[in-house]
């Protein structure tokens, strides 16, 4: 059965994914299960996306109540659930103004459509260009590959839309030579998800945030991975001290309902206007409806946030113990709350089969950087499993 469906995988849908053989079909808090009924503790929550876990039952409920009442109605009209999500983030950030779409790239795209017209409208359209730092990724599209700063993913596309800078993360006197009066933003993520889990030193954002100033710059902080919740705090930039001009979200935002937003202070978000951009399904009530029950959830007592503190330290400490236990392995543990990345040696591709052959889920990224993005529920038993998992791989397993 499984089989087959991997064969009709292959058969109707499109390369674009190097997919593992494991046909899914069901998921509750922490574990997953195949077709063929196999159960997996999930360490990853599809790239943090399941931040309370697969189908916490307030999300389940929330959109089947949701469903029943209304899927779909155009944004010529006020949609209640997306008033309210608006409201729940505006209330618990920097921003005064949301925007919704339905996933991160748009998102992305979004955020420098909206830096440019800002840029066009208190300054000049000379004022167009947009900064963004090697080893990034901000979505697949063309504006926002144009903004990846992977060369890799942008080979046969050419040409890009054109007006991108890149320059190394975290090399605050790069930026200072890069940044000129025509910039219009600069996009970073607080950390590097897809770039290996790659957290910038304590002053850079600020500094950043200054040079903007300095040069009339936005700051866009693209937070679709390290938002809602995923490094301690709701969002990523509240570590670092500064407050950004505009935000990205998406994954975590709907627990599995696509959707993704931009959130902006006010004077920026005012360069929208009526006609300026907008989205059929974007903010749509069912994804809106998934959003606010996630983030009432996450803010309710203060739990999940508190527990991700914990479990991220614990995990970490774990790691680090592993470090040392194989020091020919492993180079560095690094992250933040449970947004974690474990850089190997050699290529990790292997360790990820053979995590998931003993029944957990991982990733790997940038090709050495094993990734732990878990459900935010997560307990110190889980943590230990994979552990004990992956202490026996590095020991007995060659990779
Ligand atoms: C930081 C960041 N930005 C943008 C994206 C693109 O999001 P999506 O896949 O929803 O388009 C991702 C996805 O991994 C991401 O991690």
Known sequence: MEKQLIEESSKYLMSTYG???IVMRKGRGMKVWSSDGKEYIDFLAGIAVNCLGHCHPKVVIALQKQAQRLLH?????HI??????????VNNSFADKAFFCNSGTEAVEGAIKLARKYASDHASTEKFEIITATGSFHGRTFASLSATGQDKLKEGFEPLVPGFKHIPFNDIDALEKAITINTCAVILEPIQGEGGIKIPSDNYLKQVRELCDKNETLLILDEIQTGIGRTGTLFAYEHFGIEPDIITLAKGLGSGAAIGAILARDSVAASFKPGTHGS??????LACAAGLATIETLLEDGFL??????????FI??????KNDFPDSIVEARGKGLMLGLELTKEGGKVVELCAKRGMLINCTAGNVLRFTPPLIITEQEIDILIVALKDIFKNESF
């Not at 209640?80 to 983030?89: D, N, R, S, T, V």
């Not at 059929?280 to 009530?285: A, E, L, V, W």
């Open 19 to 21: 997919r593992m053989p």
């Open 305 to 314: 946030i508190d527990n991700c503190n914990r479990m991220g330290k614990y």
């Open 80 to 89: 209640e659930p997306q008033i309210e999500l608006a409201k729940i983030l």
């Open 280 to 285: 059929t399904f974007g903010g749509n009530p």
């Open 317 to 322: 400490e774990r790691l680090e113990k592993l």
């Open 73 to 77: 109605v155009s944004n010529l009209y």
